[in-house]
C-alpha cells in the first residue's frame, strides 16, 4: 500500500518537470495578468481582474486583436504576497511567441521585487496609479510606467484640496493631519510627500500604520479619536479599507474629514459600513464609477456572448473600470508599437516599452475608445513615465460616488526635485547611468 | 534483491559508525550528489533553476534547522519566519556597510546572529515545554517582524521599507545566472548538511536525542539541560539564518518584512512534519513536497484541459494542501522518511514476496 | 490624559472579551481530547461566512439554525475523517492534523460562500454610546456592539462552566482529556465524546463569528483572529474556562494600553516608523506570565515522576 | 577499564554520608532524619516495604529531591544544594524503578549517551569529525564496547531500545550509568519483573562490577534471597524512618524487621 503512495508521489514530482507548456500559435500577443481572487484582498483584487480580463475579450472580439493579433492571457494567483507574485512573473514571462508583453503587478511590493529583474528580461512594468513615485522619471527607471499618477500626485491632490476647503495651504499651519496606512511599500509611499509639504506649510502629521492584513484596528482608531487630527488619509487595501471605516463609525470620527487614496476609494471599502460611509471621501484616478460607451460595447460583444467575467451590473463600480482603463492602455501601447516596428505582428516586450514612452492618447482617441468624460489626455515621455498628473474628489453619498471637486493637477514644484533626488540615489546605488533609451 | 547488505562486514569502529554503512546508500548518494553538480546544470533550464531547484534546496535548510530543534531535541518552535528574517537582514546590513566582505563572511555573520537571538529566545524553553513553547516562540515571531518593519536601520532608512540586494560575486566570480546561484546554494547545502550529519552522530546529537526522549534521565546521567536545549536553539538558528541570508539574496532579490511572516513558518514546520521528525533526508524531501505541491496543483488544469478560474484553482490548492498534511499524517505520521526506509526494505525483498 | 486612559481600558477589556470567546473554542477540545485544535480560527471563519451568507436569503434567527447544523455535520467529519485514525498519537501529530483540516476548512469555506466582504447585522447600532459626558472632555466611549458580544460571552462561558463540572458528559469529557486509552478501559465512548467537543466548540465558533463578522465583516481575514487568541490561551492555561476569560481581559487592556500609552513613547526614543507594537506586546505579556507559571494562571500543575 | 576515579578514599572508608535527612512534598513526610553511610567498595542494600521511602532516599541522593533539613557528604565534601547533574558529575550514577532509556536511540547511542560528560571535544571538532574529534569518538567507542561485552548484549548493539525486551533494557540501562565510570552506583530494583534466571544474570552482572571495577554499590531490592546473598550491610526503612541498619545477619533476625514486613498494628 504505502509503495503505491511513493509511487504517486515520485509521478507528481516528475510530472512537473517534464510539463511541456500548452503550444500558442504563432500569431498571438501574450499578457499575463498577476491577480488576487482570493485572501484578505480578493475584495479589491476581484473587480479589477475582471476588468482587465473583459477589456481583452473585446478587443478580440470587436476588432479580432490588435490589427489582427488576438490577446492571449493567464491569470497566476499570487494573493497580493510579493514572493509568489516573483513567482508568477517567473512562470509567465517567457510564454507566448514573442514572451510578456507587459506586467500588471497590481502591488507596489511587487513593483519594487521586479523593477530589476524585468529590466534584465527586458519586459516593461505598468503600474497605473501605483509603484515607486520616484520611477516617473523614465530616464532611470527606463521600464518602469506609473501611468496616470503615482502615491506622491494623489497625496498632493488631497492636500491641496484640504487646503482649498481650509481657505489656502496658510491656513494650514497648526492643523494635524493623520495618515492611516498599510504597513508595505504600498502603504509608506505618501509619507515622504506628507512631510515635505508639512515642513513647508507647518502642519503636524500623524503616521499610523495598519499591520497586515488590517483586521485589527481598534488601538489605531483610539488613538486618533484621542488625538482629534482635522483630517484623516487612508491608504489601505483589501478587507483594511472596510474596517477602517467601520472603525471611524465606531468612535465617531466624522467621515467627511476622511479622504481615501484611489485604491481606498471603490464600492467594496463603503458598502460594508452601510449607511456609516456616508461622506467619506476618496481621491479618483481621473475616472469615477458609471457606466459610458465603452461599455456598449462591452455589452454587445462579450456580456450577451455571457463571456464577461463580472455581473453586468458591477461593470460601473470603479474597481471595475479602473481595470478597463489599465487593459486600454496596455492595449494602445502595443498599437503604438506596432505602428512603428510592423503592424499585425506579436510585439517583444522592447517594442511595447517603446511604444508605452511614445503612448500620445488625443482627446478624441479618449472619444473613439469610448472613454470620453472619464479621461484627460495622456502624454508620455521618456523624462515623464506618469504621462497624467490630474484627478478629482469624490464622495460617497451612501448609495454611489459623486465628484466633489473639479480638475486637480499634483504641484511640480513640490514633487519634481523629490522624484529627481531619489532617482539620482537610485541611479548611483545600482549604478545606473541616466539617459533616454533608443 | 537490489538492496541487500548480506556480506559488508565492518572491521573498524570508524567503518561501523560511518554517514552511510551500507554501500547502496553510499552510492546512491555519491551519485546523487554528482548528478546534483555535474549533470542537472547541462539540461536544467532557468524556470527549473529559479522556481524548483533553488527554492528547495534553501528551504531544506531551514528545515534541516527547525529539524534539529524540533525532530531532535523536541522543543517545538514556530519562530523560524523571524530566524531566517534576522540572518537576511544581518547579511544585508554587512554587506551594505563592508561591501567588499567576502560572500561566505556574509552568510557565516548571518548564521551567527541568527544563532544570538535563538539562544535569546530559547532561554523561555527551560521553563516552558510543549505547545506552550510553540506558542512562547510567536513572541519572538511578531517581534523580530515588527522590529524589522519598524528600525529604519536595519532596512537603511528606505522610505517604502523593502531592501534590494545589488551584484553578488564570489572570489571575484560573479553570481549572476540561475546556474551560478544554483551551484553556489548547492555548495553550501552540502556543506552544512554534512556538519549537522556529524553534529546529530556525534555527542550534541545525543544530548539533544536524550534530552527529547527523557529530560530527567537526561540531567540524571549528567547533560545539562540549559546546555542541551540552548546548544540545539544555537544550531538550529544558525541553520535558519543561513537559510534566511540565502532566500533573501539569492531567491528573492529584494524583500520586505513581509517575506518572512508566520505563513513562512508554519511553512517549514509543515516540511519537518511532513518529511518526517528527526530526519535529515526528511527535511529535504518535506522541503521538495512542500514547493512542488502548489506549483503542480496550479499547471493541473492546464495539463487535464479543464478550465478553471483562479480563484477555485487557489482554493483547491488550499483543500488538497490540508487533506495531504492530514492523509500523510494518518498513512504515516513518520512522514516521508520512514516511507523511504519501507521502500528501502521492500528492495531488499523485492521479487519475492516475503 | 485620565479620560483616554479609562477609554482604551474599557476598550480593551471588551476586545480582550472578544478574544475569550475565540480562545473558549481551543481551551473546549484541548480540555476534552487533548487537541490543541489550530482549525479554531478556520471554524469561526465557516461559521460567519455560513451565517452570512444564509442570513442575505432567509431571517437571522434560521441561518444561525442552519448555520448550527452545519457545524454540527462539520464537526462529524472532521471525528470521522481526521481524529478516529489518529487516537492515541502524541500531542504533535494531532496538531498538525488540525493545522491540515484549517487549511482544507479555509479553502472550502471559500469555495462554497466566496471570498468577497459580506455582511452580518445583529441589529445592534453601530455607534457609540459616551458616559461622563462631563467629567471627562469628550466622555468615555463605549462600543455598544462589543458589550453585547460580552453579554454574549458571559452566558457561553456559564453555559460551559456548568455543563462541564455537573453534567454526566462533563465529566467523561474531562475523563478523555486526561488518558484516552484509561477512558476508553472505563467504557467511555471515546469517538461519540469527540463529537459532541467538536460540535461544541463549532457552535461557540458561531457565537464569536457572528460576533467578528458584525464587527470586521465576513471575510477570509477573520481565520487570522486565532493568532490572537492564543496569548489568551498561554496565559489562561489550555485546560481552564475560567482561564481563557480572564486571560482575555488581561491581554485584551494590556495590548490595547500598550498601543496608546507605550507605542508613542517607543516611536520618540527608538524613531521607529510607526507604532503597531500590538501583536508582539500581548505575546510578550503572555511570556512574562508564562515564566512564572509554566502551564498559565489556571491550567493544572505538570508534574514529573520518574 | 581502569579502577573508579583515584579518590582519596581508601577502601572500607565512608565514601557517602547520609545525615538526619527529612524530605517531606507539602504535609506527606516522605523521609524523617534518616542517617546512615556508604564505604567505599561495599555492597549496601537499602529495604522496606512499598512506600518506605527508599525510592525518594535514592533521588535525595542523586540531587532530584531537595531535602528540607539534614545534609549529605560525599568524597568528604558536604553539598547543599545539588542539581542531579552536579551528582553525575561528582561520580554518581544510577538506574530506574521503571526503566528510564531514550526511547528514540539504539542501545548503542544509549550507552554512548553516558560518555557525554567524558567527552571534550568542542562543537566546531564534532562538526568536523575528522582528527581529535574522530579519535575521541572511537576511544569513547571502544570503553563501551567493553561494557557491551561485559554485559554479553552485543548482539542488541543497533536495535532500538523501544524495541528490546524488559530484561535487556534492564541491562542496556545498566551498561549506560557503568559508562559513566561511577564511584557510587544506585541501582533502584534491578531484578523488579524478572524470572529467576534473568535475576542471577544480573546478580552476577552486580557482584561483577563490585569486584572487577570495585564500585559501590547502593542497592534497592525487594527480593530477600538476592539482597541477603549480595549485600555487606543492609538499611531497613519503613514509614520514612531507619529501623535498622546491620549486616544481613542480624537484620533478618532483628524483630523491628519482620513486624515491618509482615505488619503488626502499630
Known amino acids: ?438 | 534483491m537490489l538492496y541487500r547488505e548480506a556480506g559488508q562486514f565492518k572491521t573498524s569502529y570508524q567503518a561501523d559508525q560511518a554517514i552511510f554503512p551500507i554501500a547502496q546508500d553510499r552510492w546512491f548518494v555519491w551519485g546523487l550528489v554528482a548528478f546534483g553538480f555535474l549533470v542537472l546544470p547541462l539540461f536544467a533550464d532557468q524556470y527549473l533553476y529559479t522556481e524548483v531547484l533553488i527554492p528547495v534546496l534553501i528551504l531544506s535548510l531551514a528545515a534541516i534547522g527547525l529539524n534539529i530543534l524540533t525532530g531532535y531535541c523536541g522543543q517545538l518552535s514556530l519562530g523560524t519566519g523571524g530566524f531566517m528574517a534576522v540572518g537576511a537582514y544581518a547579511a544585508y546590513n554587512l554587506a551594505l556597510r563592508l561591501p567588499e566582505t567576502n560572500l561566505i563572511v556574509v552568510f557565516l555573520f548571518a548564521g551567527l546572529m541568527a544563532m544570538a537571538v535563538g539562544v535569546l529566545f530559547g532561554i523561555p524553553s527551560l521553563r516552558i515545554k510543549g505547545f506552550y513553547l510553540a506558542v512562547a516562540t510567536l513572541a519572538s515571531q511578531f517581534f523580530l517582524e515588527w522590529a524589522f518593519a519598524r528600525v529604519k536601520w536595519f532596512t537603511n532608512y528606505a522610505p517604502s521599507g523593502s531592501v534590494a540586494v545589488g551584484k553578488l560575486e564570489l572570489f571575484g566570480m560573479p553570481i549572476q545566472t540561475p546556474m551560478e546561484k544554483y551551484l553556489f546554494v548547492l555548495a553550501i547545502v552540502v556543506v552544512m548538511t554534512l556538519a549537522a550529519k556529524n553534529l546529530i552522530r556525534g555527542r550534541l546529537g545525543r544530548m539533544w536525542m536524550a534530552t527529547r526522549d527523557m529530560d530527567i534521565a537526561a540531567e540524571i546521567i549528567g547533560i545539562r539541560p540549559l546546555y542541551a536545549k540552548l546548544s540545539a536553539f544555537a544550531v538550529s538558528s544558525f541553520f535558519i539564518g543561513v537559510s534566511g541570508a540565502l532566500w533573501a539574496f539569492l531567491r528573492l532579490g529584494s524583500w520586505e518584512p513581509l517575506a518572512f511572516d508566520i505563513n513562512r513558518s508554519f511553512q517549514i514546520l509543515f516540511m519537518v512534519i511532513i518529511g518526517g521528525l528527526g530526519s535529515l533526508l526528511g527535511s529535504f524531501l518535506g522541503a521538495a513536497f512542500i514547493v512542488l505541491m502548489p506549483i503542480f496543483l496550479n499547471q493541473l488544469p492546464g495539463i487535464l484541459g479543464i478550465p478553471m478560474s483562479t480563484a477555485l484553482i487557489s482554493h483547491l490548492e488550499f483543500m488538497v494542501f490540508g487533506a495531504m498534511i492530514v492523509f500523510f499524517l494518518i498513512v504515516e505520521p513518520h512522514g516521508l522518511a520512514r516511507l523511504w526506509a519501507i521502500a528501502k526494505e521492500k528492495l531488499r525483498l523485492w521479487p519475492f514476496p516475503y | 490624559m485620565l479620560g483616554p486612559i479609562i477609554e482604551t481600558l474599557i476598550g480593551g477589556l471588551l476586545t480582550g472579551v472578544l478574544y475569550a470567546l475565540v480562545a473558549l473554542g481551543f481551551v473546549l477540545i484541548f480540555k476534552a481530547s487533548g487537541v490543541f485544535n489550530f482549525a479554531q480560527g478556520a471554524m469561526v471563519l465557516f461559521a460567519a461566512l455560513s451565517v452570512a451568507r444564509l442570513s442575505e436569503v432567509m431571517p437571522l434567527v434560521f441561518a444561525v439554525a442552519i448555520a448550527v447544523v452545519i457545524m454540527v455535520v462539520l464537526a462529524y467529519v472532521i471525528e470521522r475523517l481526521v481524529l478516529r485514525p489518529l487516537v492515541n498519537q502524541e500531542g504533535i501529530i494531532l496538531f498538525m492534523a488540525t493545522l491540515g483540516v484549517a487549511y482544507f476548512i479555509d479553502g472550502f469555506g471559500q469555495t462554497v460562500w466566496g471570498s468577497d466582504i459580506y455582511k452580518i447585522n445583529l441589529g445592534i447600532p453601530k455607534d457609540p454610546m459616551f458616559f461622563f459626558e462631563g467629567v471627562f472632555p469628550g466622555g468615555i466611549l463605549i462600543d455598544r456592539e462589543e458589550v453585547a458580544a460580552a453579554a454574549v460571552c458571559a452566558i457561553l462561558v456559564a453555559g460551559l462552566a456548568i455543563f462541564f463540572q455537573v453534567t454526566r458528559t462533563g465529566r467523561a469529557l474531562r475523563a478523555v482529556a486526561d488518558d484516552h486509552q484509561a477512558a476508553q478501559s472505563v467504557g467511555i465512548p471515546l469517538n461519540y465524546i469527540w463529537l459532541i467537543v467538536w460540535a461544541v466548540a463549532g457552535i461557540v465558533a458561531i457565537a464569536a463569528g457572528m460576533v467578528w463578522g458584525s464587527k470586521l465583516g465576513v471575510q477570509f481575514s477573520i481565520s487570522l483572529v486565532a493568532l490572537k487568541a492564543l496569548p489568551v490561551l498561554i496565559l489562561g492555561g489550555f485546560t481552564s474556562i475560567p482561564g481563557a476569560i480572564v486571560g482575555g481581559l488581561i491581554i485584551g487592556a494590556g495590548e490595547k494600553l500598550a498601543e496608546v500609552l507605550l507605542g508613542p513613547i517607543l516611536i520618540k526614543t527608538f524613531d521607529l516608523a510607526g507604532g503597531g507594537i500590538e501583536n508582539w506586546f500581548a505575546y510578550m505579556l503572555a511570556l512574562v506570565f508564562l515564566l512564572f507559571r509554566p502551564q498559565g494562571l489556571f491550567g493544572e500543575r505538570i508534574i514529573e515522576r520518574i | ?266
Open chain 1, 1 to 438: 500500500m504505502t509503495l503505491k503512495i511513493l509511487g504517486a508521489a515520485v509521478a507528481a514530482a516528475v510530472g512537473v518537470t517534464a510539463l511541456a507548456a500548452p503550444a500558442l500559435a504563432q500569431n498571438e500577443q501574450f499578457i499575463p495578468a498577476l491577480v488576487y481572487r482570493t485572501g484578505a484582498y480578493a475584495p479589491n483584487g476581484v473587480p479589477f481582474a475582471n476588468g482587465i480580463a473583459d477589456y481583452y475579450k473585446l478587443v478580440n472580439a470587436r476588432d479580432n486583436g490588435i490589427n489582427g493579433v488576438r490577446i492571449t492571457t493567464e491569470e497566476c494567483e499570487f494573493g497580493y504576497a510579493t514572493d509568489r507574485g516573483v513567482e508568477c512573473y517567473e512562470r509567465l514571462k517567457k510564454k507566448g511567441p514573442t514572451g510578456a508583453a507587459y506586467v500588471i503587478p497590481l502591488s507596489t511590493g511587487v513593483t519594487f521585487a521586479l523593477t530589476e529583474k524585468t529590466a534584465t528580461d527586458k519586459i516593461p512594468l505598468i503600474t497605473m496609479g501605483y509603484g515607486r513615485s520616484e520611477s516617473r522619471d523614465g530616464t532611470v527607471f527606463h521600464w518602469n510606467f506609473p501611468l496616470l499618477g503615482t502615491y506622491w500626485t494623489a497625496s498632493d491632490i488631497i492636500l491641496q484640496h484640504i487646503a482649498r476647503k481650509e481657505g489656502g495651504f496658510d491656513k494650514l499651519k497648526g492643523k494635524k493631519i493623520a495618515l492611516v496606512y498599510h504597513d508595505s511599500p504600498y502603504g509608506k509611499e505618501p509619507i515622504a510627500l506628507l512631510t515635505e509639504r508639512a515642513k513647508r506649510h507647518g502642519f503636524e502629521t500623524m503616521f499610523l500604520p495598519v499591520t497586515h492584513p488590517g483586521v485589527e484596528q481598534k488601538a489605531t482608531w483610539l488613538q486618533i479619536r484621542q488625538q482629534r487630527p482635522n483630517y484623516v488619509l487612508l491608504w489601505g487595501w483589501g478587507v483594511m479599507n472596510s474596517t477602517s471605516i467601520k472603525e471611524a463609525v465606531a468612535v465617531g470620527y466624522p467621515r467627511s474629514q476622511m479622504y481615501g487614496v484611489w485604491w481606498s476609494g471603490a464600492e467594496p471599502d463603503v458598502r460594508p459600513a452601510e449607511g456609516g460611509a456616508t461622506g467619506y471621501n476618496a481621491v479618483t484616478l481621473q475616472h469615477t464609477a458609471g457606466q459610458f460607451k465603452v461599455h456598449e460595447d462591452l455589452k454587445r460583444h462579450v456580456y450577451d456572448k455571457n463571456q464577461g467575467s463580472a455581473k453586468w451590473d458591477e461593470t460601473g463600480e470603479i474597481l471595475y473600470v479602473r481595470g478597463l482603463i489599465n487593459a486600454m492602455l496596455g492595449v494602445e501601447a502595443i498599437r503604438t508599437a506596432q505602428e512603428k516596428f510592423g503592424k499585425g505582428k506579436p510585439m517583444t516586450g522592447e517594442q511595447v516599452r517603446w511604444g508605452l514612452e511614445n503612448l500620445n492618447i488625443t482627446a478624441d482617441r479618449i472619444k473613439q475608445l469610448g472613454f470620453d468624460g472619464v479621461l484627460q489626455p495622456i502624454r508620455v515621455t521618456c523624462q515623464d513615465h506618469e504621462g497624467a498628473r490630474t484627478g478629482r474628489i469624490q464622495t460617497w453619498d451612501g448609495k454611489n460616488w459623486k465628484i466633489s471637486s473639479d480638475w486637480y493637477t499634483s504641484d511640480d514644484k513640490v514633487i519634481a526635485p523629490m522624484v529627481k533626488d531619489a532617482a539620482s540615489k537610485y541611479a548611483s546605488e545600482k549604478k545606473i547611468t541616466a539617459g533616454c533609451l533608443n
Open chain 4, 1 to 266: 577499564m581502569r579502577a573508579p576515579a583515584a579518590s582519596d578514599i581508601a577502601a572500607g572508608e565512608v565514601l557517602l554520608s547520609v545525615e538526619d535527612v527529612t524530605l517531606s512534598f507539602g504535609g506527606v513526610v516522605a523521609l524523617r532524619d534518616v542517617s546512615f553511610d556508604i564505604k567505599k567498595g561495599e555492597i549496601r542494600a537499602i529495604i522496606g516495604p512499598n512506600g518506605a521511602g527508599k525510592t525518594s532516599m535514592l533521588n535525595v541522593i542523586n540531587g532530584f529531591y531537595q531535602p528540607q533539613k539534614g545534609s549529605i557528604s560525599f568524597k568528604g565534601e558536604t553539598r547543599t544544594k545539588m542539581r542531579p547533574y552536579d551528582a553525575a558529575d561528582g561520580g554518581i550514577a544510577r538506574t530506574f524503578q521503571n526503566v528510564a532509556l531514550f526511547k528514540g536511540m539504539s542501545a548503542l547511542d544509549n550507552i554512548l549517551a553516558g560518555r557525554t560528560l567524558k567527552m571534550k571535544r568542542g562543537w566546531f571538532w564534532q562538526m568536523l569529525r575528522i582528527g581529535p574529534a574522530l579519535t575521541e569518538e572511537i576511544e569513547h567507542r571502544k570503553r563501551v564496547e567493553e561494557i557491551i561485552d561485559f554485559l554479553e548484549i552485543q548482539a542488541i548493539r543497533k536495535v532500538p531500545v523501544a524495541r528490546l525486551p524488559y530484561g535487556l533494557q534492564k541491562r542496556v540501562e545498566l551498561g549506560r550509568a557503568l559508562a559513566m565510570e561511577p564511584d557510587l552506583l544506585l541501582l533502584d530494583e534491578p531484578m523488579a519483573g524478572m524470572n529467576l534466571e534473568e535475576k542471577e544474570d544480573m546478580s552476577r552482572f552486580i557482584i561483577d562490577v563490585n569486584d572487577h571495577y570495585g564500585t559501590t554499590i547502593a542497592l534497592i531490592e525487594h527480593d530477600m534471597g538476592v539482597v541477603m546473598d549480595l549485600s555487606d550491610r543492609v538499611v531497613v526503612l519503613d514509614h520514612g524512618v531507619k529501623i535498622a541498619d546491620a549486616t544481613p545477619d542480624e537484620v533478618k533476625k532483628d524483630q523491628a524487621v519482620i513486624d515491618a514486613y509482615l505488619g503488626v498494628a502499630h
